[in-house]
Nanobody, 114 residues
Framework: VQLQASGGGLVQVGGSLTLSCRASGISFSDKALGWYRQAPGSQQRDLVAAVTSNGFTNIVGAVKGRFTVSRDNAANTVTLVMNSLEVEDTAVYYC????????WGQGTLVTVSS
């Protein structure tokens, strides 16, 4: 199982970024998918957004109204669109799924500068 995340980078406050995560080696369409982030200096990863196997989405906390998550089962891809980025959104973002154990992508760094 491999989750390959991409799309991170440096952006100014108020800007946008789109993260993508492509999965391989997994039965993709019947799995919930999510994006977590780990802020600098933090030891924990916090859930940002999730999408169930039937497409139901949940955006968590301070990113509500700014982030959206979607999946493309034909492409085995989950996407996180991040708008109106704030300095506090700076973090390493990880895609996630579960197939009897937690599966994590390698993380992609998002840096929002003021």
């Amino acid at each position: 199982v491999q989750l390959q995340a991409s799309g991170g980078g440096l952006v100014q406050v108020g800007g946008s970024l789109t993260l993508s995560c492509r999965a391989s080696g997994i039965s993709f369409s019947d799995k919930a998918l999510g994006w977590y982030r780990q802020a600098p200096g933090s030891q924990q990863r916090d859930l940002v957004a999730a999408v169930t196997s039937n497409g139901f989405t949940n955006i968590v906390g301070a990113v509500k109204g700014r982030f959206t998550v979607s999946r493309d089962n034909a492409a085995n891809t989950v996407t996180l669109v991040m708008n109106s980025l704030e300095v506090e959104d700076t973090a390493v973002y990880y895609c996630w799924t579960y197939d009897g154990r937690d599966r994590w992508g390698q993380g992609t760094l998002v840096t929002v500068s003021s």
